[in-house]
């Protein structure tokens, strides 16, 4: 039984036909995704994804897009409140890379060049692709829409805020 929400693929068994995966959270699945992004809730979480394995390249191409209706805390008001996310990605993985060949390969490209993911034990997770993807187009301070925070320093002159001192004075 797996612990977590988990499509795991093992990339030696792909065919090298397109391959299409549909994710869809059950709400025990919303429950973990929810703990993995660290947010109030997940309503609803599902993805198309599709892998395309090069045999002859040796690269794995996966793409596809990921839906998500997520409950945040607004930084702003600290109100909880729905918003709803869609994207799509592309990711290629070098079936052959080890992560100590990708940490040479990076020494001698620059940072611009877009080297491919490497498989660790020969598996890929879709559902932590898919759950990544989300992550990576969140907002690190999010708020309702029309939601701006102002600040006022209680110590401009002209603030509407007491001198303490004052307000004992008027105690006597």
Same mark, same amino acid.
């Given at each position: 039984?797996?612990?977590?929400?988990?499509?795991?693929?093992?990339?030696?068994?792909?065919?090298?036909?397109?391959?299409?995966?549909?994710?869809?959270?059950?709400?025990?699945?919303?429950?973990?995704?929810?703990?993995?992004?660290?947010?109030?809730?997940?309503?609803?979480?599902?993805?198309?994804?599709?892998?395309?394995?090069?045999?002859?390249?040796?690269?794995?191409?996966?793409?596809?897009?990921?839906?998500?209706? =997520?409950?945040? *805390?607004?930084?702003?008001?600290? %109100?909880?409140?729905?918003?709803?996310?869609?994207? #799509? !990605? &592309?990711?290629?993985?070098?079936?052959?890379?080890?992560?100590?060949?990708?940490?040479?390969?990076?020494?001698?490209?620059?940072?611009?060049?877009?080297?491919?993911?490497?498989?660790?034990?020969?598996?890929?997770?879709?559902?932590?692709?898919?759950?990544?993807?989300?992550? =990576?187009?969140? *907002?690190?301070?999010?708020?309702? %829409?029309?939601?701006?925070?102002?600040?006022?320093? #209680? !110590? &401009?002159?002209?603030?509407?805020?007491?001198?303490?001192?004052?307000?004992?004075?008027?105690?006597?």
């Amino acid at each position: 039984m797996q612990n977590f929400f988990s499509y795991q693929i093992v990339v030696d068994n792909l065919p090298q036909s397109e391959q299409r995966y549909r994710l869809k959270a059950d709400a025990e699945d919303c429950a973990k995704i929810k703990e993995i992004l660290k947010i109030p809730g997940v309503k609803s979480f599902s993805g198309d994804i599709r892998l395309k394995l090069n045999r002859k390249e040796h690269l794995l191409k996966v793409w596809g897009s990921v839906r998500a209706s =997520l409950e945040l *805390e607004s930084v702003v008001s600290l %109100e909880i409140f729905s918003k709803d996310y869609e994207t #799509e !990605f &592309e990711l290629v993985y070098d079936t052959e890379a080890t992560l100590k060949s990708q940490r040479e390969e990076e020494e001698e490209f620059s940072i611009y060049d877009n080297l491919p993911d490497v498989i660790i034990n020969g598996r890929i997770d879709l559902a932590d692709i898919a759950i990544e993807q989300i992550a =990576l187009i969140m *907002e690190d301070y999010p708020r309702r %829409e029309g939601e701006v925070f102002e600040f006022k320093s #209680e !110590f &401009e002159p002209g603030s509407s805020r007491r001198n303490p001192f004052e307000v004992l004075k008027n105690l006597k």
